[in-house]
């Protein structure tokens, strides 16, 4: 949330990850939200001082999402400031997902915003899955939480990754 400036026009995938940064962001209006996710329309739908753009296309509901050419299309067609994503594995240094419909709108998401952020719990750095989306050091800022270990702090650090390590105890900041 610190990383979002009043004014921003950003861009939030599908991920779930994300619904809880979209919770908050009232706290940086006014913004223009670019999305995707149902889930983030439906808690931003009514938000004063923030502009909603829905990616229309075709919804699917395992996702809960919209995808497909008609979203990429609206996707390709929009500049925006800032693109905060998720991913679900990232193995060798890459972002992977398990479909390739979901890997081709968060890449054409990606295209579109001038600065980047992917945001990732510790786990994903255990997790495979199918469809490279791309490597982890073409994102700006790469945001984790603080249960990653030291060895992969360090080896992040040697890829000249930005790493921001998020505290997960609500004493800590």
């Not at 995707?36 to 808690?43: C, E, I």
């Amino acid at each position: 949330l610190d990383m979002i400036e009043p004014g921003t026009a950003l861009m939030l995938d599908d991920s779930t990850t994300g619904l809880y940064l979209a919770e908050r962001l009232k706290e940086k209006a006014p913004l223009t939200v670019i999305t995707n996710f149902l889930p983030v329309v439906q808690a931003l739908v009514g938000s004063p001082d923030i502009d909603l753009v829905g990616l229309g296309g075709q919804y699917y509901a395992w996702c809960d999402a919209f995808m497909g050419k008609m979203t990429i299309d609206a996707a390709e067609k929009l500049r925006a400031d800032l693109f905060v994503m998720s991913t679900s594995a990232i193995t060798d240094d890459q972002c992977f997902h398990p479909t390739q419909e979901t890997v081709m709108i968060k890449r054409a998401m990606f295209e579109s915003a001038s600065r980047r952020i992917l945001y990732v719990d510790h786990s994903k750095f255990a997790r495979r899955a199918l469809h490279a989306l791309g490597r982890i050091d073409e994102f700006d800022v790469l945001v984790v939480d603080d249960g990653l270990s030291s060895d992969l702090r360090r080896h992040l650090e040697r890829l000249d990754v930005d790493l921001v390590v998020a505290s997960t105890r609500p004493d800590i900041g």
